[in-house]
């Protein structure tokens, strides 16, 4: 994808702040970080999103999460960490290679990675019970 700067910075054509690197990914540091150490995996292939994202691909970017993860909540102590995945612009998602957001919380950090609950009625819980079908 030419004109995709997430394959661009994968590639190394873009510099970028590189915490980590191997043959299929290169994780970065967001460039409008949530917290102090706001990090993105991003796969070196371009695949718009986890619709499109290769199976075994998704496997290694959870395994790589959890790498990075417990390896800077040791380096850069934090409270917490979320991680992040946005697929379509309604969900968030401003640039359309796929990428993981790790980003660590700190008390009292107010970054809002979060939503307002709302309830389960018995009606939609049927439908997706049965629709979920597609699963099995
Ligand atoms: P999303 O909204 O899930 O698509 O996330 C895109 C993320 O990429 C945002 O958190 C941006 O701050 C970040 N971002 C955009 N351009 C760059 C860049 N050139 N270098 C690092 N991070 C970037
Ligand atoms: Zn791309």
């Known amino acids: ?12 054509d873009i510099p970028s ?4 690197e191997d043959d299929e990914f290169r994780v970065i540091l967001d ?5 102090k150490g706001h990090a993105l995996i991003l796969p070196k292939q371009h695949y718009k999103d986890i619709t499109e994202l290769p199976e075994d691909l998704a496997g290694k970017a959870m395994i790589l ?26 969900a968030g998602q401003t640039v359309f290679h796929f990428h993981m957001h790790l980003i660590p919380r700190y008390v009292g950090d107010h970054a809002g990675v979060t939503w307002k609950p ?3 009625s018995e009606e939609v819980k049927k439908e997706i019970l ?7």
């Open 1 to 12: 994808m030419s004109d995709c700067i997430f394959c661009k910075i994968a590639a190394g």
């Open 17 to 20: 702040a590189t915490i980590y």
């Open 65 to 90: 999460a959890k790498k990075i993860v417990t390896c800077m909540m040791e380096a850069i102590p934090c409270d917490g960490y979320n991680i992040v995945q946005n697929n379509g612009e309604p």
């Open 118 to 120: 709302g309830t389960l």
């Open 31 to 35: 460039l409008g970080p949530a917290t």
């Open 130 to 136: 049965e629709k979920a079908a597609c699963l099995k």
